[in-house]
């Protein structure tokens, strides 16, 4: 897949509790950017962080340890972006997601077994 000039961040902020049929939410929406043919997906955990409920959970004080903010970032063409939004509004009950404007400069991956480099 070629990836380059113009395209559309996701980002989507979630507790690393949260959960969709007894799996953690982030990875159920990895597997659906995955399927969805989406040009990639990274998480990334939080050290710490608040949200809408204005509770600070941090990885500092073991009493609060619990729900780590986590983010997911997918990066794609505007178009396959916008036509993955409707697969969040089933998967998240809380959290932010937002989009971003981006310019791709680079978008390469790594040769597969037995290709050349």
Known sequence: MKLTGAALRLTIYVGDTDS??????????VHR???????????????????ASNHIHT?????????LPVSVVIVDAAERIRAFLPQLDELISE??????EVEVI?????????QAR
Do not use: Q
């Open 33 to 51: 950017a995955h399927a969805a043919g989406l040009a990639g997906a990274s998480v990334f955990r939080g050290m710490e962080g608040y949200g």
């Open 59 to 67: 990885s500092r004080i073991l009493s609060l340890s619990g729900d």
């Open 20 to 29: 969709w049929h007894h799996k953690p939410l982030y990875h159920e929406i």
């Open 106 to 114: 680079r978008y390469v991956g790594r040769p597969s077994s037995g």
């Open 95 to 100: 959290g932010l997601v937002i989009l971003d």
